[in-house]
């Protein structure tokens, strides 16, 4: 199965921004939601944001809203989070996952069934 596969992550001080990507490798997912999750230590992963294929209305979790930003680069083949005013809770692994169903409009309840997750990216802000 094809995995997604992230980038970008890195030590940053709170504050400061970082910019994560996720390519998927051998298949495009331009007619699939992709959303950005993360798993804190000790914590169960969380949706942090998502768009739709067509890269309208991106959803975002409340704890990002105003900070994070996701955009989808089709000639690229990636979704991307750039995420600024970092703070020390946003230490995490971040994942990059799509949603196996074509057009869906994403949802935090979709998201619950996306798919095709890849290895993760750290971030860590320090404070």
């Known amino acids: 199965q094809v995995q997604l596969r992230e980038s970008g992550g890195g030590v940053v001080q709170a504050g400061g921004s970082l910019r994560l990507s996720c390519a998927a490798p051998?298949?495009?997912?331009?007619?699939?939601?992709m959303g950005w999750f993360r798993q804190a230590p000790g914590k169960e992963r969380e949706f942090v944001g998502g768009?739709?294929?067509?890269?309208?209305?991106?959803l975002y979790a409340e704890f990002v809203k105003g900070r994070f930003a996701i955009s989808r680069d089709k000639a690229e083949n990636t979704v991307n989070l750039q995420m600024n005013s970092l703070k020390p809770e946003d230490t995490a692994v971040y994942f990059c996952?799509?949603?196996?169903?074509?057009?869906?409009?994403?949802?935090?309840?979709?998201?619950?069934?996306?798919?095709?997750w890849g290895q993760g990216t750290q971030v860590t802000v320090s404070s």
């Open positions: 996952a799509a949603d196996p169903l074509p057009f869906r409009p994403i949802t935090e309840q979709s998201s619950t069934s996306f798919d095709f």
């Open positions: 051998g298949r495009t997912f331009n007619i699939n939601a």
């Open positions: 768009v739709n294929w067509n890269g309208d209305s991106p």
